[in-house]
């Protein structure tokens, strides 16, 4: 089992910058990729960024340039493990409700979500 904990989901104006942050604990180390998705109003959740075996990253073309995926290894234990999602460049199309989200074991475990709202 992985828990996760989101912060730092905001009402932002176009152009700003915001740092997500998603905590996980548990069975950390059967954790295959961790990272972001997203979902607005209307629309079907999405892959944001993530990153794969701790290794390889992966970011939506939509996002590429602007968004940062990242692990904080200084502050990762044996039963904590955290992402950062840096976002630079917002635009209103990026409001939304972000997840953090991890694979592990098979299994696809979900964060509450955080809500980031860009106003234009």
């Known amino acids: 089992q992985v828990q996760l904990v989101e912060s730092g989901g905001d009402l932002v104006q176009a152009g700003g910058s915001l740092r997500l942050s998603c905590a996980a604990f548990?069975?950390?180390?059967?954790?295959?990729?961790q990272g972001w998705y997203r979902q607005a109003p209307g629309k079907q959740r999405e892959l944001v960024a993530r990153?794969?075996?701790?290794?390889?990253?992966?970011?939506?073309?939509?996002v590429k340039g602007r968004f940062t995926i990242s692990s904080d290894n200084e502050k990762t234990t044996a039963a904590k493990k955290i992402v950062y999602l840096q976002m630079n460049s917002l635009k209103p199309e990026d409001t939304a409700v972000y997840y953090c989200?991890?694979?592990?074991?098979?299994?696809?475990?979900w964060g509450q979500g955080t809500q980031v709202t860009v106003s234009s």
């Open positions: 548990g069975s950390i180390f059967s954790i295959d990729d």
């Open positions: 989200s991890a694979l592990a074991r098979g299994a696809r475990f």
């Open positions: 990153i794969t075996s701790g290794v390889s990253v992966e970011y939506a073309d939509s």
